[in-house]
Every structure is written in structure tokens, then in C-alpha cells.
């Protein structure tokens, strides 16, 4: 099956400064990826939609100027935490849509990255 | 209302039982549904999905849709220890692969 890679799995950052987290489809190109983040023993939250060569678009309380997505190629999104602090220590998860035939796809998720802001 | 609603559990069954897993979901416009397994620290792993209502069955596993009830639920056969895991049900109301998780039940098997 087609592979997503996330890269770091595990960072951990004084509060403050920011974390980029890269997500990547290794064999197939993603024009859609999507960001969760994961609290413990909570569901996946979706964050935001990252659409290759167009602005991402977010979740209702999701803040775009905290949580920027850059999806630069239709291999590559990033997802930085900028100005991270401990309320934003979490799972980070991505999942990358295959484009599919008819149009439809699969869905492939990322080993998520789990950042700790101390 | 939670849009995707599990019972949290934990679920314990003995190895070899059948485990039942259930999922309601809030939105009748929902068209696709997913079962994921979430091993500890990971991330979740596609099980199965349904789209139509009955019954669709891929080897130990077996997931009923029915959307008159807005229910959906997974059944595992044959239960293995391997399979001790949380699982996340998760909806889509359009094709955009908007999930919309559950928070998942946590099952496990006994040896």
C-alpha cells in the first residue's frame, strides 16, 4: 500500500519556539493532505485541509497564524507550531489522499510526530 | 450531540471470542464509514470500510451499516491478543476524506 512518512516522530521544544513537522507521500503524489492532532485518550481532530499549491484551509478554532501549512509539492506538506507551548503538546498526524481512478482514492496516515513544549 | 459517538470501554473478551464494537453517528448525511485500529503511540491503520447498508466481511472481520439507525459496527471473529488495540470509527459525509472520529473503544483480548 502506498506509504506516508512523518518526520520528526518525536520532538521535544522549550516553549516558545516553533516546530516544523514534514509530511510526506513516498509513492504516490497527494494533492490533499490532511492534519490531526490527537490529546490522550481523545479522538483525532481534524485541523486543516492542505491543498497542493493553494492556501490550507482550517477547522473552526483552528488558528491559521499559529498552525501554518505549506504544501509546496504534491509530495511534501509541513505543518509548523509556531510560538509552542505546553497546551500544544499533542500527537500530530497526517493522512494523504490517493487520487484514484474514478476520482475517489484512499486515505493513508502518516506514523504521526508527538511533540512535548516545555 | 457527538457527531461520532464510541463507548470508550475497555472492552475485554477472551482469545478466540467474537469482539463487538459499536459506532452511532450524528449526521444522516453521512456517506462513508471507516474502522480504524490505534495501537498505543501510533498512528490508526485502515481495518474496513462500508458504504452501503448490510453487511461487508474481509477474513476476521465483519462491519454492519445501518443508516436507518445511523449505526455502524464492527465485528472481530476468532479474537487474537494481536488485536488488543483502541478502535476509531470514523465518518465522511461527502467524498473529501473529512473524517469525523469517534474516540474509540479499547479492546482487549485475553490470552
Known amino acids: 500500500g502506498a506509504v506516508v512518512s512523518q518526520h520528526p516522530s518525536w520532538v521535544i521544544c522549550k516553549s516558545g519556539t516553533s516546530v516544523k513537522i514534514e509530511c510526506r507521500s513516498l509513492d504516490f503524489q497527494a494533492t490533499t493532505m490532511f492534519w490531526y492532532r490527537q490529546f490522550p485518550k481523545q479522538s483525532l481532530m481534524l485541523m486543516a485541509t492542505s491543498n497542493e499549491g493553494s492556501k490550507a484551509t482550517y477547522e473552526q478554532g483552528v488558528e491559521k497564524d499559529k498552525f501554518l501549512i505549506n504544501h509546496a509539492s504534491l509530495t511534501l506538506s509541513t505543518l509548523t507550531v509556531t510560538s509552542a507551548h505546553p497546551e500544544d503538546s499533542s500527537f500530530y498526524i497526517c493522512s494523504a489522499r490517493t487520487s484514484g481512478r474514478s476520482g475517489g482514492g484512499e486515505l493513508f496516515f502518516g506514523e504521526g510526530s508527538r511533540l512535548t513544549v516545555l | 450531540q457527538k457527531e461520532v459517538e464510541q463507548n470508550s470501554g475497555p472492552l475485554s473478551v477472551p482469545e478466540g471470542a467474537i469482539a463487538s464494537l459499536n459506532c452511532t453517528y450524528s449526521?444522516?448525511?453521512?456517506?462513508?464509514f471507516f474502522w480504524y485500529r490505534q495501537y498505543s503511540g501510533k498512528s490508526p491503520e485502515l481495518i474496513m470500510f462500508?458504504?452501503?447498508?448490510g453487511d461487508k466481511e474481509d477474513g476476521r472481520f465483519t462491519a454492519q451499516l445501518n443508516k436507518a439507525s445511523q449505526y455502524v459496527s464492527l465485528l472481530i471473529r476468532d479474537s487474537q491478543p494481536s488485536d488488543s488495540a483502541t478502535y476509531l470509527c470514523a465518518v465522511n459525509r461527502g467524498s473529501n476524506y473529512k473524517l469525523t472520529f469517534g474516540k474509540g473503544t479499547l479492546l482487549t483480548v485475553n490470552p
Open positions: 449526521d444522516r448525511g453521512s456517506q462513508s
Open positions: 462500508i458504504y452501503s447498508n
